[in-house]
């Protein structure tokens, strides 16, 4: 076996990666092929791309549990309305958009193929619908990885050790005693 297979998880060869998943990073795959997709649907862009971006960020940088089911529900949301877009599309696009027009003479005319321009409707709905999956899956993976046990435990992992800290009170001076403090020991420090 070569020296990084023997590494363990704690080491320093996996900062760049904080969390080694392979439903994460399937989720992190999935959202650039959905995000390639996003432009077949105006209302989903905005949605996606937050999605998208919140999931690359992981490639580099640990993110909280709220912050990984945050960008699950973003994902969820661009599903949404990328699966709404093309049945719209699908049901109402071709009568909408190859309809033929006839003008003030009733003479007909036509720009384009009706044949050709059916099947562009069908493509676009059906590429539409594709993203939306895309995006389902994303976000199915993320609640996966943040909502299962796979998060603690990597989390449990890649943490430093250091959970020996305590709270401090707020307002509270580290090694006063609490007890026999007066109100005349402030004007005396004065």
């Known amino acids: 076996m070569t020296q990084q297979a023997n590494q363990s998880p704690t080491?320093?060869?996996?900062?760049?990666?904080?969390?080694?998943?392979?439903?994460l990073i399937s989720a992190q795959g999935l959202s650039i092929v959905g995000v390639c997709l996003l432009w077949f649907c105006l209302w989903a862009i905005p949605f996606g791309l937050v999605a998208f971006i919140m999931l690359?960020?992981?490639?580099?940088?640990?993110?909280n549990k709220c912050g990984l089911i945050t960008a699950g529900v973003f994902a969820a949301l661009a599903a949404a309305l990328?699966?709404?877009?093309?049945?719209?599309?699908?049901?109402?696009?071709v009568t909408l958009v190859c309809s033929s027009s006839y003008n003030d003479d009733?003479?007909?005319?036509?720009?384009y193929?009706?044949?050709?321009?059916?099947?562009a409707v069908i493509i676009a709905s059906s590429l539409a619908i594709s993203g939306g999956v895309f995006w389902?899956?994303?976000?199915?993976?993320?609640?996966?990885?943040?909502?299962?046990?796979?998060y603690m435990k990597l989390h449990d992992i890649y943490d430093d050790g250091?959970?020996?800290?305590?709270?401090?009170?707020?307002?509270?001076?580290?090694?006063?005693?609490?007890n026999t403090f007066k109100p005349d020991d402030v004007e005396q420090a004065r």
């Open 11 to 23: 080491e320093d060869c996996c900062k760049c990666l904080p969390y080694r998943d392979g439903v």
């Open 113 to 119: 193929d009706d044949d050709a321009c059916n099947a």
């Open 82 to 93: 990328m699966i709404i877009k093309g049945i719209l599309v699908a049901v109402s696009g």
């Open 56 to 63: 690359q960020v992981v490639w580099c940088c640990k993110m």
């Open 162 to 178: 250091d959970n020996t800290a305590t709270a401090t009170p707020v307002g509270t001076v580290v090694g006063a005693d609490t």
């Open 136 to 150: 389902i899956a994303t976000a199915v993976c993320t609640f996966v990885f943040a909502c299962g046990p796979r």
């Open 106 to 111: 009733y003479y007909y005319y036509s720009d």
